[in-house]
């Protein structure tokens, strides 16, 4: 495969209503079939009028700020002082909802398209219509990355092609079967476009040749369909016209499924609430005795000189405890016995109660349930915690 990454300068300026398939036909009358646009998020908004108007300076503008960003906001993901990662209506996670103050008058801020995959259809459609030329068209805006200093150009909308190649099932030279492999081509795509229009050069399309096949080809090096004043040629050969496909809300994961849905202080606070309200009862799986001795080893730093927590691992004495325990709950499947260090007076129990919640908490972060009991019959321990 033979890429080449083509700049399509001399738009302009884009306001409100403008038509941007006129602006980048004219502007780029060597389009062909089969050509990928690379079209920055921030003249399609423009074009669609997707802006606010804020005060100039002062803390006026960053309380409008503020407020314009709360309104975008469906999600906040983290915060780091004034900085703030957020995911979007559309389900983006990005810095700040993607609001942009850059390459407009400093009155206005720039917001996302509504629906970034409605307006790369509506541009493949409106060039399809004028021009009779078959491309995809991606929508593209800068984003931060996990792990990784730097940015680089994503896509927001597609129309035209798959956002995602499936590599799944296919066999590698070695005879590996993937299973995972889901490459985002229409980001490798964006970020590709990125290098050729630049942030500051005023170069907001850029068009990708060589990945899609072409359908009509030229035979003389020339434009595939010339673009044409009006709403097009009747005289034209028609193109084959591709599905427009389900656009780049392909690549957005549920934050269900996201193995990183918050940031670290936010993971943190979320854990720290939980604790708060930890549930009383034990799991409904079968107790991983190593999980069990991970959880009181963690706790066991913090918790009173003398206080002791003693898994009981015997199935024949668990049970036997067990049956001697008021309220045992029928479905438990481990034990394990806490003891107050001795003598104990009043503050000594408050502190035990309170070390018992330490290896409470720890034992639900190893995804162990656990229910607060008072001691077997008989037993030297001052409680216990059915698992």
């Given at each position: 495969?033979?890429?080449?990454?083509?700049?399509?300068?001399?738009?302009?300026?884009?306001?409100?209503?403008?038509?941007?398939?006129?602006?980048?036909?004219?502007?780029?009358?060597?389009?062909?079939?089969?050509?990928?646009?690379?079209?920055?998020?921030?003249?399609?908004?423009?074009?669609?009028?997707?802006?606010?108007?804020?005060?100039?300076?002062?803390?006026?503008?960053?309380?409008?700020?503020?407020?314009?960003?709360?309104?975008?906001?469906?999600?906040?993901?983290?915060?780091?002082?004034?900085?703030?990662?957020?995911?979007?209506?559309?389900?983006?996670?990005?810095?700040?909802?993607?609001?942009?103050?850059?390459?407009?008058?400093?009155?206005?801020?720039?917001?996302?398209?509504?629906?970034?995959?409605?307006?790369?259809?509506?541009?493949?459609?409106?060039?399809?219509?004028?021009?009779?030329?078959?491309?995809?068209?991606?929508?593209?805006?800068?984003?931060?990355?996990?792990?990784?200093?730097?940015?680089?150009?994503?896509?927001?909308?597609?129309?035209?092609?798959?956002?995602?190649?499936?590599?799944?099932?296919?066999?590698?030279?070695?005879?590996?079967?993937?299973?995972?492999?889901?490459?985002?081509?229409?980001?490798?795509?964006?970020?590709?476009?990125?290098?050729?229009?630049?942030?500051?050069?005023?170069?907001?399309?850029?068009?990708?040749?060589?990945?899609?096949?072409?359908?009509?080809?030229?035979?003389?090096?020339?434009?595939?369909?010339?673009?044409?004043?009006?709403?097009?040629?009747?005289?034209?050969?028609?193109?084959?016209?591709?599905?427009?496909?389900?656009?780049?809300?392909?690549?957005?994961?549920?934050?269900?499924?996201?193995?990183?849905?918050?940031?670290?202080?936010?993971?943190?606070?979320?854990?720290?609430?939980?604790?708060?309200?930890?549930?009383?009862?034990?799991?409904?799986?079968?107790?991983?005795?190593?999980?069990?001795?991970?959880a009181i080893a963690a706790v066991a730093g913090v918790v009173?000189?003398?206080?002791?927590?003693?898994?009981?691992?015997?199935?024949?004495?668990?049970?036997?405890?067990?049956?001697?325990?008021?309220?045992?709950?029928?479905?438990?499947?481990?034990?394990?016995?806490?003891?107050?260090?001795?003598?104990?007076?009043?503050?000594?129990?408050?502190?035990?109660?309170?070390?018992?919640?330490?290896?409470?908490?720890?034992?639900?972060?190893?995804?162990?349930?656990?229910?607060?009991?008072?001691?077997?019959?008989?037993?030297?321990?001052?409680?216990?915690?059915?698992?």
């Open positions: 495969m033979r890429l080449e990454i083509l700049p399509v300068p001399g738009i302009g300026d884009v306001t409100e209503g403008d038509d941007l398939a006129v602006l980048i036909g004219t502007a780029a009358p060597w389009l062909r079939d089969g050509d990928v646009l690379v079209v920055t998020s921030k003249i399609v908004s423009k074009a669609e009028g997707r802006l606010v108007d804020v005060p100039a300076d002062g803390p006026e503008r960053l309380a409008a700020r503020d407020e314009v960003l709360a309104a975008e906001t469906a999600r906040v993901v983290a915060t780091r002082g004034q900085t703030r990662i957020v995911q979007t209506h559309h389900g983006f996670v990005m810095a700040s909802a993607g609001i942009d103050a850059s390459n407009v008058d400093k009155t206005r801020l720039v917001l996302l398209p509504v629906d970034p995959d409605a307006s790369a259809r509506s541009l493949r459609a409106a060039l399809r219509d004028r021009y009779r030329i078959d491309v995809a068209v991606i929508i593209s805006d800068t984003m931060g990355r996990p792990w990784r200093n730097g940015l680089t150009d994503v896509a927001l909308g597609v129309a035209g092609m798959p956002a995602i190649r499936d590599h799944r099932g296919e066999v590698d030279p070695y005879g590996n079967e993937l299973q995972l492999t889901q490459m985002a081509v229409v980001d490798e795509l964006a970020g590709a476009g990125e290098l050729i229009k630049g942030k500051c050069d005023q170069v907001p399309v850029a068009v990708v040749r060589g990945y899609l096949p072409a359908t009509s080809p030229p035979t003389d090096g020339g434009p595939a369909h010339p673009p044409t004043e009006g709403s097009g040629r009747d005289d034209l050969p028609a193109v084959r016209l591709v599905d427009d496909g389900v656009g780049a809300a392909a690549l957005v994961r549920e934050s269900a499924l996201d193995l990183f849905s918050l940031g670290t202080a936010e993971a943190t606070a979320a854990g720290l609430r939980a604790a708060a309200t930890l549930a009383d009862g034990p799991g409904a799986a079968p107790v991983d005795p190593a999980a069990v001795d991970r009173a000189p003398g206080t002791s927590f003693t898994p009981v691992t015997d199935d024949e004495v668990r049970a036997g405890l067990a049956a001697t325990v008021d309220g045992w709950p029928a479905g438990a499947t481990g034990l394990v016995l806490g003891a107050a260090p001795t003598p104990v007076d009043q503050p000594d129990l408050v502190r035990f109660g309170a070390d018992l919640h330490r290896l409470r908490i720890a034992l639900a972060a190893e995804g162990i349930g656990s229910a607060l009991l008072p001691p077997p019959t008989g037993s030297i321990a001052s409680a216990c915690l059915a698992l």
